[in-house]
């Protein structure tokens, strides 16, 4: 199976600060990576998909990049509802993976 | 948008059974695959099977074999049959639908607990 690896784990920032989080992957995915956010108590909430695409009501301040295997999720301002815990996985084949989350804390 | 609901979370013994449902609503259920994604505080996100609008059923080495998923289009429900289980399948059981082939997965339910212990 495909093995995402996220960096840093714990990602400790103020708010309007800019966080850079890594997903890497242990084969090419090609572009087929998705980020979600989840708050505490909450299910994940889809954030981007296929790489850099926005899904359907995420703020301009989320950004995606990468192919292959290295991705990145940019939030280029943090705001308090931001800070939450952050993971990756793939659709490039089954099973489908995710990496095992990014904490973004204040 | 849509809403799913899960229900049937409990607690059972290592070796029980347990049947988890997911009743769908506001968008054409038909149409989309679904999956059940489970999650616990040591694994994080762990994908655990899905359906395709076809039937076709997808699991990972870990529950192959001990867990059948299926779905009823008339009732716009997705259900989760679990035998045989271990402690280690003790997590929130999260119902998800995909927007494409294998995801990604743009709407979630609460998610159900289920708790494997003597």
């Known amino acids: 199976e495909i093995v995402l690896t996220q960096s840093p784990a714990t990602l400790s920032l103020s708010p309007g600060e800019r966080a850079t989080l890594s997903c890497r992957a242990s084969q090419s995915v090609d572009n087929y990576v998705a980020w979600y956010r989840q708050k505490p108590g909450q299910a994940p909430w889809l954030l981007i998909y296929d790489g850099s695409v926005r899904a359907t009501g995420v703020p301009a301040r989320f950004s995606g990049s990468g192919s292959g295997t290295d991705f990145t999720l940019t939030i280029t301002s943090l705001e308090p509802e931001d800070f939450a815990v952050y993971y990756c996985q793939h659709r490039f084949t089954w099973p489908l993976t995710f990496g095992g989350g990014t904490k973004v804390e204040i | 948008d849509g809403q799913l609901v899960e229900s049937g979370g409990g607690l059972v013994q290592p070796g029980g059974s347990l049947r988890l449902s997911c009743a769908a609503s506001?968008?054409?259920?038909?149409?989309?695959?679904m999956h059940w994604v489970r999650q616990t505080t040591g694994k994080g996100l762990e994908w655990v099977s899905a359906i395709d609008t076809a039937g076709d059923t997808y699991f990972p080495v870990s529950v192959k074999g001990r867990f059948t998923i299926s779905r009823d289009n008339a009732k716009t429900s997705v259900s989760l049959q679990m035998n045989d289980l271990s402690a280690e399948d003790t997590a929130l059981y999260y119902c998800?639908?995909?927007?494409?082939?294998?995801?990604?997965?743009?709407?979630w339910g609460h998610g159900t607990l289920v708790t494997v212990s003597s």
């Open positions: 998800a639908r995909a927007s494409f082939r294998r995801g990604p997965f743009d709407l």
């Open positions: 506001g968008f054409t259920f038909r149409t989309y695959d």
